[in-house]
């Protein structure tokens, strides 16, 4: 009984939000890497999707019926998680989507996203990941997050909105359709160099593609990946994200 109580009392002194918030930086910074260059493997379509769980089967068939074409699939792996991505097009409104499914020992997570770039490099991404954004805001990109909306449709719909409001004067460009996920490659390099020019991550690219977070980046991310930060940073988004919609 004695060892049972001092086991969980380090328990909740390790994991508490002071010491998560205060060492976990430290860890951070030594153990985290961010993703420079980042390649996806092609997997076939149709191991891809028979293998996949029912939210993301219901997001392939809804995505279909609303003219998206599947570009490609794909499985990026670590030492801790798995995630599964599929790529589609739409080539009348000029827009990409992905569904994408995140698994670990703790949990899984799956969520669609719609995202446009436009003639002045500018993107609009509308999603409905319960996760909120590690990465602070980057100039380029507006992010818009809706965890509770999961009817494909409806943030379709959402997305539409928040161009007509924010994006009316831009342009959507194309997507390189014959290389699929490079455009997505190139997006998550173009984000790695923002957090670089941010001062959050280190010049120096390793032969796994990743940059070393600075002592800054760590604990900028550590802030918005734990208690009591990802609680008020998910909150803030959400709220930025319905506010928009509701002034119509």
């Not at 995505?63 to 794909?74: N, P």
């Not at 009817?151 to 359709?177: C, G, R």
């Not at 390099?189 to 941010?198: F, G, N, Q, S």
């Not at 930025?240 to 119509?248: D, G, H, P, R, T």
């Amino acid at each position: 009984m004695i060892e049972f109580v001092i086991i969980a009392a380090v328990i909740l002194v390790l994991f508490s939000p002071v010491v998560m918030n205060t060492i976990g930086p430290f860890i951070v910074w030594k153990t985290q890497k961010i993703p420079v260059i980042v390649r996806f493997p092609a997997m076939e379509s149709s191991d891809f999707i028979k293998s996949r769980n029912e939210e993301f089967l219901n997001y392939d068939l809804d995505l279909k019926k609303m003219k998206f074409d599947v570009l490609g699939s794909s499985l990026l792996e670590d030492l801790h998680t798995k995630s599964y991505f599929r790529l589609y097009w739409n080539p009348s409104i000029k827009l990409a989507a992905m569904v994408v499914t995140m698994t670990s020992k703790a949990k899984e997570i799956t969520f669609l996203e719609f995202t446009q770039r436009y003639k002045d490099e500018t993107v609009l991404n509308v999603n409905n990941s319960v996760q909120p954004e590690a990465y602070p805001k980057i100039a380029f990109k507006q992010m818009f997050r809706f965890p509770k909306i999961r009817s494909a449709e409806l943030l379709l719909e959402y997305h539409s909105i928040l161009k007509s409001k924010i994006k009316a004067k831009n342009d959507p460009v194309e997507f390189d359709l014959a290389n699929g996920f490079f455009e997505v490659e190139k997006h998550i390099k173009r984000e790695a160099d923002a957090l670089l020019e941010m001062g959050l991550v280190k010049n120096e690219i390793d032969e796994n593609g990743k940059r070393s977070l600075t002592l800054k980046g760590a604990f900028i991310m550590t802030f918005r990946s734990v208690s009591p930060g990802k609680e008020i940073f998910g909150f803030l988004s959400k709220r930025q994200a319905m506010k928009l919609i509701s002034n119509e």
